[in-house]
């Protein structure tokens, strides 16, 4: 059962444009969502995390936006540029618990 | 400036065979881990551990063992490698908690192919 369910799959987006990707969860204990950026070949890295506390998170182009009672959570890429081509995963997990659960990613085509 | 080194970068084995992926860091973390992942499931933990001597299972941890003799270290034993368990895997360290400022950084991957 996949604990954070995560869409698009896939999203092709023009320079220039808003990429945004969706998240949902069911376990109201989680309190720290995360999202990773994954380059072909390489391993996944940090790019912005929020706590349930705050509704938007913004670091330089990229926003979560975190709504807890509906138990979504999203990352907002504005201005998106060809070397954003990425997969990205949302994450939660709850205090203590030590198992960030992802989502199942979704693959950015940013396209010039 | 390491970071988190896993080898090897690629291996095939065979149905029955065992090995080991290694895994060390040089950041001095507490938090170490192992996650896989497949295509469409995202990454999954496999264990974990959260200081020398201390290991714990995530989600998938049948068919595979760990253990944690010093800080820097965090090899992972496939026992007998099945099909199923044909996956990419990475290695990851944190200090702990691995949340409020945090990071979690991640190896580059183990690709392992079980045939």
């Known amino acids: 059962q996949q604990q954070v369910k995560q869409s698009p799959q896939s999203l092709i987006v023009q320079k220039g444009g808003i990429s945004i990707i969706n998240c949902a969860y069911e376990n109201t204990a989680f309190d720290y969502f995360p999202w990773y950026q994954q380059f072909p070949g390489k391993g996944p890295a940090l790019l912005i995390a929020i706590r349930p506390d705050v509704s938007e998170k913004k670091e330089g182009r990229f926003t979560i936006s975190f709504n807890k009672s509906a138990k979504q959570f999203s990352l907002h890429i504005m201005d998106s540029q060809p070397g954003d081509s990425a997969t990205y995963f949302c994450a939660a997990d709850q205090t203590g618990a030590?198992?960030?659960?992802?989502?199942?990613?979704?693959?950015l085509t940013v396209i010039p | 400036n390491a970071g988190v080194t896993q080898t090897p970068k690629f291996q095939v084995?065979?149905?029955g065979q065992s090995m080991t992926l290694q895994c060390a860091q040089d950041m001095n973390h507490e938090y170490m881990s192992w996650y896989r992942q497949d295509p469409g499931m995202g990454?999954?933990?496999i264990h974990?551990?959260?200081?020398?001597g201390i290991t714990d299972q995530?989600?998938?941890?049948?068919?595979?063992?760990?253990?944690?003799?010093?800080?820097?270290d965090f090899p992972l034993r496939l026992l007998s490698a099945a099909p199923s368990q044909t996956s990419v895997y990475f290695c990851a360290?944190?200090?702990t908690p691995y949340r409020d400022g945090?990071?979690?950084y991640f190896g580059e991957g183990s690709w392992l192919t079980v045939v």
Do not use: D, H
């Open chain 1, 98 to 107: 030590n198992n960030l659960f992802f989502g199942t990613g979704t693959r």
């Open chain 2, 13 to 15: 084995l065979k149905t």
């Open chain 2, 43 to 45: 990454l999954r933990l």
């Open chain 2, 48 to 52: 974990y551990s959260v200081g020398a």
């Open chain 2, 58 to 72: 995530g989600e998938v941890p049948n068919g595979y063992n760990v253990s944690r003799s010093t800080t820097e």
């Open chain 2, 93 to 95: 360290s944190s200090q």
């Open chain 2, 102 to 104: 945090n990071t979690i």
